[in-house]
Every structure is written in structure tokens, then in C-alpha cells.
């Protein structure tokens, strides 16, 4: 149960965007669930992309609330211009799943960086690739990202790609809450909304603004992306975000 952010493109004020996601650490919408607490707490991190857009790197991982660590503004205000892509997230830990520095998001492998909001059961026994190893303590969200890289990694075109993703989501057999995640190479973005449960909870919503896309699991209030301008992807839907200026591409499934 976490808040998703992803960046594409030229977006303008990205910082002051940033900014207003870190507030839903601790103001972002929950699931309707007796004894769940507010805030998304358990912990944040980035990625982006390279200069050279060839790839995904990890900017930082951190336990605790975004919204209280002074880091996540320096990161930010590090950045001497704005990265072509960028991911952000939010901790919510399902009950099952440790709360450490491990568990935290992105997950990185071969220049894609991961984000995920859900939880997915048993997900020890998804198919993956002799190639991938852990990095978090049997987090479900890594066994998630090595299942969608084991079926795109095998295609060199963004079409192919969209296909063996969907494919891999059709033929997905295990118990999950949510699979809405985000998986980018730098040069690409693929957003999956898939959810089982708590439809009202686990969103996804997209705000093109010509030079750019910007990614959020609900929208953020900032003037330049603000409510109106944002569109609900459907629930079993795959946005696919591509070229420059960005092409934006919907496929239901």
C-alpha cells in the first residue's frame, strides 16, 4: 500500500511537484481497511534516468516519512536540471512484508527501476529468470518486478514490449491486492492499474502536459498539474509513455 510518481519528459515545475507528493507521506489517501493508519511512512526512494537517458539510476532509498527527512529536498534540489525520467515512492508496508531498508522502492536491474503499490501473495513461485537475484528481504514487489523483466527483457521493440507485458499480466495466476506499478528503462515507461481490490484506493492517474507526462496515484494540487487536467487510467489498463516529445499510448486488457 504505497503513492506511485513518475515523471517523463520536460515538466515544469517539476521540483514544486516533488514537493507536493512528498505531502501525501503523511496526507495520501488510504484503503478503507478497519485499523489502518494514515500516512505512507514506511519508508521512500527515487530513481532516474542517466544523462544520457541509456538507463535508470537509483538516487536514494530511506526508512521513515518522506514528509520528515530532510533528504528528499536535498535530493531534489540536487539535480542541476531535470531528468528526462523519474520515479518516486511512498512506503505503505503490507502487514506481511518487513518494514526495512531492503523493502524500500525502487528495485533496480539492468538499467530498469521499479516502483509497485499492492501487495501479491506467494510471490516467491512467479516465474523469473536465472539471471535475477534479490536485493530486498523477499520483498513481493521484487518478485513482481523480475516476473515482468523476465517476459519484456526478451523484446528489443517498445511494441513487442507492451505485447509480452500484457501477456504476462493476462496469465498472471496468483492471489494479489494490487498489481499498479511502474517500470522504466530511462527511455520508456510502462504504468500497469490492475487491482483486485479497493478500486477507489489503488488508482493511477496521468496528466500530459505536451512536453511531458507526469504519473501520480492521485492527482497533485500544484497549479500547472492541477486536478482537471488528469485522467483516470481504467482499471487492467498498461499506459505506455515513449519518444520526445512523449507519446502516450492506453491499451486495455
Known amino acids: ?121 506467494k510471490a516467491e513461485k512467479l516465474e523469473k529468470a536465472s539471471i535475477f537475484q534479490m536485493t530486498s528481504d523477499n520483498s513481493d514487489s521484487e518478485f513482481l518486478f523480475h516476473y515482468l523483466l523476465t517476459h519484456i527483457l526478451k523484446e528489443e521493440s517498445i511494441e513487442h514490449r507492451i505485447e509480452r507485458l500484457i501477456e504476462s499480466l493476462l496469465k498472471f495466476d496468483l492471489k494479489f491486492s494490487s498489481l499498479n506499478s511502474m517500470l522504466s528503462n530511462g527511455s520508456e515507461m510502462f504504468v500497469i492499474r490492475y487491482a483486485a481490490e479497493h478500486h477507489d484506493y489503488f488508482t493511477l492517474f496521468y496528466n500530459e502536459t505536451g512536453s511531458g507526462v507526469i504519473v501520480s496515484s492521485e492527482p497533485i494540487g500544484v497549479q500547472e498539474a492541477r486536478e482537471e487536467s488528469w485522467t483516470e487510467m481504467p482499471n487492467r489498463s498498461v499506459l505506455s509513455i515513449f519518444s520526445d516529445p512523449p507519446k502516450v499510448k492506453l491499451t486495455k486488457f
Open 1 to 121: 500500500m504505497c503513492r506511485l510518481l513518475g515523471i517523463y519528459g520536460s515538466v515544469n515545475p517539476w521540483q514544486k511537484i516533488l514537493s507536493d507528493f512528498q505531502e501525501l507521506s503523511e496526507k495520501g489517501k488510504i484503503p478503507s481497511i478497519p485499523n489502518v493508519l494514515p500516512g505512507h511512512k514506511d519508508g521512500w526512494g527515487m530513481a532516474c534516468s542517466k544523462h544520457d537517458d541509456s538507463g535508470m539510476v537509483l538516487v536514494g532509498k530511506y526508512l521513515g516519512s518522506a514528509r520528515e527527512a530532510p533528504e528528499y529536498k536535498e535530493k531534489v534540489q540536487s539535480f542541476q536540471s531535470q531528468p528526462h525520467t523519474f520515479l518516486c515512492h511512498l512506503r505503505k508496508a503490507s502487514p506481511s512484508i518487513p518494514i526495512s531498508l531492503p523493502n524500500s522502492h525502487p528495485f533496480l536491474f539492468a538499467g530498469w527501476a521499479f516502483v509497485h503499490n499492492g501487495t501479491v501473495y
